[in-house]
């Protein structure tokens, strides 16, 4: 999964993981658990979230959550 996000995005599959956030608050959406997550700007930020999966998260949705 972690490599087909990857490529859905054009980015080095090394950008992404699965895990609980660093900081141990609750996701934007007010989720718990372990995150999707992409290195973005120099830190691990939780990848956006879309109602159809993380494989439907775009560049610019990227982009619209993180600025």
Do not use: C, S
């Not at 992404?16 to 995150?35: F, Q, S």
């Amino acid at each position: 999964m972690r490599q087909a996000i990857a490529a859905n995005l054009d980015i080095d599959p090394e950008r992404i993981r699965y895990g609980p956030l660093a900081d141990g608050k609750p996701g934007r959406m007010n989720t718990a658990g372990d995150h999707w997550q992409i290195y973005y700007r120099d830190e691990w930020q939780e990848l956006p979230w879309h109602f159809d999966g993380p494989l439907w998260v775009t560049r610019e949705l990227v982009r619209k959550w993180w600025g």
